[in-house]
Structures are given as structure tokens and as C-alpha cells.
């Protein structure tokens, strides 16, 4: 094989890191847009403006989502199967919220009465809203560590509950993640709108991008001194099959931050976050577009690699049994599986970039009222 198995584990690790990214970047801004439909959109045509201002591209962008789930399907099956079961109201709750998605697109326009309009805009601002928040809550649950153990024949046992994970920290991640993925929005309609809805919507980035900066800083504050992080103390050699079982893990404070000692140059990540959205303020005000959204994509990518380099090789840690926590080395596939499985990533990763990046190109430029009324039954 190319690789050996320990490289291997490192390279998927990566691989679901560039999904995460992928997912923020281009589902964040439908559920950001999403979130600030009601709010910006003040009459029908310009609510079908910022509709349709994702509407050619929001359900190509949920393809990141199905590929991370297979990913942690393929490649992490222990941590598949402790997140999926331990994490399933939450993510039954964010799923059933992005189902109402594409019911709100479809039947929105169906009906002219403006109350029929109104429940469906309404409608699509939970489909933003909810899975933007369950996304962070889960995040803010894993640096915290996740109530799961295992027995003797690896079956694992979650004991927490629900309403647990919208625990005080829980719900600080909930907004910070809110606040960047609607900043994210607002940015994304910069570049496909103009007049009223443009200008409120640079008022909005530039409210939410503060909100997140003061958000972000008080959760790094708090990951730093009030979370108890995980290190590892003792494992079998990374380069050869183990299981979670076999290793012996402590909790101490400010655990999550020795990576940051260890490697400095991982300090990008969340400097990167704070610049980012410094940076696409500034852009704002200037009116430069384009700019903004990807000094919003580098803020938001930021926040997902400042949470992973943290976190490393943990993955989903275990508050009730730290030694049974799962992490890049003992959470994986067989070192043939993760081989073969790199190979299909290498061919067909590249494809959905590309294929990503013609679709924008296509349909770039901006979405105008003229547009809604000239495509009346076609436009959402």
C-alpha cells in the first residue's frame, strides 16, 4: 500500500475536515440566508428574491452533508455508530428541520395568498435556524465529551439525554455557530442582491459578524479555563489495529489547548476566524462583494479547523469513561479500507469540487426583482 496505516488515519482525518469545511462554506449559506429571509425580505417579491438568491445551488450544497455522513460511515464505523446513536434525537430534530427546506422552496410560490406565503417563509427561517444551532450544540457537546462507554464485546451505551446537551456551553457553541453562519448569509447576498435587500443585509454581517467575534473569544475563553479537555496517557502503537478499549486517557484543564503549544503554527485557525470576520466588515463597508464572501468562508472554515486542532486525535471523546473515548487511531476502518477508500476519495473529490465550482460559475450574478417577475412560474 502507498500509505501505512498510521498515515492513513491521519490523511481520513483530513479528508473529513475538507467535508466539514465543504459543508460550512456552502450549506452554511442557505441556512444563514435561510435565517435571515423573514427578516430581510420585508414584501413577498423581495422574500422571492433572497429565495431564489440560493435557489439554483442549495440543493447541489447539501451533497457535503451526505458525503461527511458517509465518510464517518466508511471510514470511522465505532464513531458512526456512537454519534449516530448517542447524538439521534438532535440530529432527527436537525434533519426533519432541513426536510422542511426544499417542502418551503416547492410549495412556497404554489399559492398567491400572502398567509400561505408567510407560513412557508417562516417555515424555511426554522429550516435555517434549528440545524445551524444542532450543528453547534453537538460540536460544543463534543469538546465537553459525550456520555458513552463500552462493554466487553464493544457495544456502546449512551447515557446522556436530550435535553443534556443544551447544557450552558452547549448553547454558547449553538450561537456562535448561528451568529458565523448567518454573518455567512448575509455575505453570500451581497453578492446576489441589490438595493434595499443589499443594504440590510450589510447591516446584518456587520451585527452578526460582532455578535460572533464576541461569542467566538468568550468561547475560547471558556474551552481554555472551564472545560475539562482529554489527552491521551498510554496506547499501543498508532501504526497497527487497536481498540478504544486498549489505551488509558485523563481529563485536565486546558487540555484542548496543549496542541496549540505543541504546534504554534495551529494558532492560524482561530486568528483566522477573528481576521476573517474583521476582514469581511471592512470589505462590507466598502461595498466590495466579492471580498466579503470569502473573508466570511475563511472565518467560517476557521472555526471548524480551530475545533479539530483542539480536539486531535480525539474525536468523540466519553465523559463517563474517558479511556473508551475514540479517536483518530482506534475509531477507523482496516488499513485496506481506509487504502481503497482513499483512492475512490482521490478520483471523485476533485469531480464534486469541480462539478461545485462550474455550478456557481453558471449561475453567478446577481438575482433582481425583474428576474422574479420576469420568470413568474418557473422562479421559487
Known amino acids: 500500500m502507498i500509505f501505512d496505516y498510521e498515515t492513513f488515519k491521519i490523511i481520513w482525518w483530513l479528508f473529513l475536515g475538507v467535508l466539514f469545511v465543504g459543508?460550512?462554506?456552502?450549506?452554511?449559506?442557505?441556512?444563514?440566508?435561510?435565517?435571515?429571509?423573514?427578516?430581510?425580505?420585508?414584501?413577498?417579491?423581495?422574500?422571492?428574491?433572497?429565495?431564489?438568491?440560493?435557489?439554483?445551488?442549495?440543493?447541489?450544497?447539501q451533497i457535503w452533508l451526505v458525503l461527511g455522513a458517509g465518510a464517518i460511515f466508511a471510514a470511522w464505523p465505532l464513531i458512526y455508530a456512537a454519534s449516530f446513536s448517542g447524538f439521534y434525537m438532535a440530529m432527527m430534530v436537525a434533519l426533519f428541520a432541513l426536510v422542511l427546506k426544499p417542502a418551503g422552496f416547492k410549495f412556497r410560490s404554489k399559492v398567491a395568498d400572502p398567509r400561505w406565503r408567510n407560513v412557508w417563509d417562516w417555515v424555511l427561517f426554522v429550516g435555517g435556524v434549528v440545524p445551524a444551532i444542532i450543528f453547534g450544540v453537538a460540536f460544543g457537546n463534543l469538546l465537553q465529551g459525550v456520555p458513552f462507554h463500552y462493554d466487553d464485546s464493544l457495544r456502546s451505551f449512551y447515557t446522556g439525554s436530550f435535553s443534556g446537551l443544551f447544557n450552558p456551553f452547549g448553547l454558547l457553541a449553538g450561537l456562535v455557530s448561528l451568529t458565523m453562519l448567518v454573518m455567512h448569509g448575509a455575505a453570500f447576498l451581497l453578492i446576489k442582491t441589490e438595493g434595499e435587500i443589499y443594504l440590510r443585509a450589510r447591516r446584518a454581517l456587520r451585527v452578526f459578524a460582532i455578535l460572533f467575534i464576541v461569542l467566538f473569544a468568550l468561547g475560547g475563553v471558556w474551552v481554555a479555563f472551564g472545560v475539562e479537555g482529554y489527552r491521551i496517557v498510554s496506547m499501543p502503537d498508532p501504526n497497527t489495529s487497536f481498540t478504544p478499549l486498549q489505551k488509558?486517557?485523563?481529563?485536565?484543564?486546558?487540555?484542548?489547548?496543549?496542541?496549540?503549544?505543541?504546534?504554534?503554527?495551529?494558532v492560524l485557525a482561530p486568528i483566522g476566524g477573528f481576521v476573517g470576520a474583521l476582514a469581511a466588515m471592512s470589505f462590507a463597508a466598502r461595498d466590495q462583494a466579492g471580498r466579503t464572501f470569502i473573508a466570511s468562508a475563511v472565518s467560517v472554515s476557521s472555526v471548524v479547523l480551530t475545533a479539530g486542532f483542539a480536539m486531535f486525535p480525539?474525536?468523540?471523546?466519553?465523559?463517563?469513561?474517558?479511556?473508551?473515548?475514540?479517536?483518530?487511531?482506534?475509531?477507523?476502518?482496516?488499513?485496506?479500507?481506509?487504502?481503497?477508500?482513499?483512492?475512490?476519495?482521490?478520483?471523485?473529490?476533485?469531480?464534486?469540487?469541480a462539478y461545485t465550482s462550474w455550478v456557481f460559475h453558471v449561475v453567478r450574478g446577481k438575482v433582481t426583482a425583474e428576474d422574479v417577475r420576469r420568470d413568474e412560474h418557473t422562479a421559487y
Not at 462554506?25 to 440560493?54: A, H, W
Not at 486517557?249 to 504546534?263: C, F
Open 248 to 266: 488509558t486517557v485523563e481529563t485536565a484543564s486546558g487540555a484542548w489547548m496543549i496542541n496549540y503549544k505543541l504546534h504554534p503554527w495551529m
Open 314 to 353: 480525539f474525536m468523540m471523546p466519553s465523559s463517563s469513561e474517558p479511556n473508551h473515548s475514540l479517536t483518530v487511531w482506534d475509531g477507523g476502518s482496516s488499513h485496506l479500507t481506509l487504502s481503497w477508500l482513499f483512492w475512490a476519495t482521490v478520483f471523485f473529490l476533485p469531480i464534486v469540487i
Open 23 to 61: 459543508f460550512v462554506v456552502t450549506t452554511g449559506f442557505d441556512l444563514g440566508v435561510g435565517t435571515l429571509l423573514t427578516f430581510l425580505g420585508k414584501k413577498d417579491e423581495e422574500r422571492r428574491v433572497i429565495i431564489n438568491s440560493i435557489g439554483p445551488t442549495w440543493e447541489g450544497n
